[in-house]
């Protein structure tokens, strides 16, 4: 066991989960300020509809594509991956049967939400990489020693209900783990408590597919053959089912981390799983989210990043924790000193 670095809370205040809007929506919405920022297109612009090469000209209409997909979802496309976004814009332009890069970018600027361009080229430009228990030792650090912890705190509450948050959760298969690792415990550690976990992520089709709980091989790639055997029913042509049991422990829904009012909605939860998903955003949208996290979190609540990730110059409010093979950052009460 690796050394901790905090000091404990005894304090135990947990705000009220505010249940009526754990399944709310947010729905993008093009503000007309993001609008009305952007510059002209210059008159010169390349009106080709061919995606810009790595090393070729950019179309200036792919920089105010890029300039609005940051501003609403804080998504970071580099200079050198422009590209990349233009292919994207590219492959929906022919679904929709759109000539020019300049014509795209005023279809994405005219409607918002659900249904829109905009949501559409979100949901091709994220990277949804996942699978059942990526990472064992984020799963050991929640079952061995913060579980254990959150039972002494919350033992005397009436109301014995732990909540995690699986922010960005792509196509579900991090909240399922959390759920399968919770129900491990349920005739132990758990006995009499409700365990909540919500899955949210900003792709619609994630969504969908993390609803349905429905996985092939590669997303078993990690996973135990016992575990897999306990709680998936096999539904032909290599497809498995999350068992109701898993499933009811999971409420799944669209949420946008760049959306203020949404993430203060997750208010009340006791551990954030944030993974692999603020890499995508730069330092003021990823210090933001973070912000948000801490504010969500009960006192004596965990974070949790990806392994590349770390919340240097980004956040010093939470306190770093060492746990075998991964580290977590904690929220101390405020009488436990720095808060
Ligand atoms: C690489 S996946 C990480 C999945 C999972 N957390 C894991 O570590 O296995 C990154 C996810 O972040 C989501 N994402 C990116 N920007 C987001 C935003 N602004 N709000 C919510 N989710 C976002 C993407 O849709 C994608 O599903």
Redesign the pocket.
């Known amino acids: 066991m690796g050394a901790r670095q905090y000091q404990r809370s005894k304090s135990g205040i947990f705000p009220i989960w505010k249940a009526a809007d754990r399944n709310a929506r947010s729905d993008l919405v093009v503000p007309p300020w993001i609008r009305s920022s952007m510059s002209p297109l210059a008159q010169n612009e390349a009106t080709a509809s061919a995606a810009p090469r790595a090393s070729g000209p950019v179309d200036p209409a792919y920089r105010q594509i890029r300039d609005l997909i940051y501003n609403v979802?804080?998504?970071y496309q580099l200079e050198e991956k422009l590209y990349l976004l233009g292919e994207a814009c590219s492959r929906r332009m022919k679904e929709v049967g759109i000539a020019t890069p300049r014509d795209y970018w005023e279809t994405l600027t005219a409607v918002a939400g659900p249904g829109s361009e905009l949501r559409s080229l979100l949901n091709e430009i994220?990277?949804?990489?996942?699978c059942l228990f990526?990472s064992q030792p984020q799963l050991d650090a929640l079952r061995k020693v913060i579980v254990p912890e959150f039972l002494r705190q919350k033992g005397k509450q009436a109301t014995k209900k732990l909540r995690l948050w699986?922010a960005?959760?792509?196509t579900g298969?991090?909240a399922y783990t959390l759920a399968m690792s919770m129900l491990e415990e349920r005739e132990g550690l758990l006995k009499g408590w409700q365990v909540e976990i919500v899955a949210t992520?900003?792709?619609d089709h994630?969504v969908e597919t993390a609803q349905a709980g429905i996985y092939g091989d590669c997303a078993f790639r990690n996973t135990a053959d016992h575990f897999k055997r306990k709680y998936f029913v096999p539904i032909g042509e290599g497809k498995f089912r999350v068992r109701p049991e898993v499933r009811k422990l999971v409420t799944c829904g669209r949420?946008?981390?760049?959306d203020d009012s949404a993430i203060s909605a997750m208010a009340g939860v006791d551990v954030i799983f944030c993974?692999?998903?603020l890499i995508?955003f730069d330092g003021p949208s990823k210090s933001r989210v973070v912000e948000h996290f801490f504010d969500n979190l009960n006192f004596g609540g965990y974070f949790f990043l990806?392994p590349s990730e770390s919340l240097f110059r980004l956040s010093d409010r939470f306190h770093l924790v060492h746990f075998p093979g991964t580290v977590g950052y904690w929220k101390p009460a405020p009488t436990s000193g720095k808060a």
């Open positions: 979802s804080g998504i994220t990277i949804g990489e996942t990526r699986s960005g959760c792509s298969e991090e992520d900003l792709n994630s949420l946008n981390l760049k993974c692999n998903v995508y990806g």
